[in-house]
């Protein structure tokens, strides 16, 4: 009984195995990166610097530099 418990259990392992190979076979290997948008993002990215808050700094300025 122990033996074919032993048999059986080496039996099923080797059926996994045959069939995780198929389907690596069918599907092809697990990509390793993939995140490949950040590789293919080379825009200028700048940030947009509105003349209102120039306007308020340098009026905010100006009086500190008139007292």
């Not at 990509?31 to 120039?54: H, M, Q, T, W, Y």
Request: charged share 30%.
């Amino acid at each position: 009984m122990k033996n074919f418990k032993r048999i059986l259990k080496l039996s099923v392992m080797v059926v996994l195995m045959v069939l995780a190979s198929i389907g690596i076979g069918m599907a092809g290997p697990v990509p390793l990166s993939p995140n490949k948008r950040k590789d293919n993002d080379n825009g200028i990215k700048i940030e947009l610097v509105e003349a209102k808050e120039e306007d308020s700094l340098q009026s905010d300025t100006e009086q500190m530099n008139q007292e």
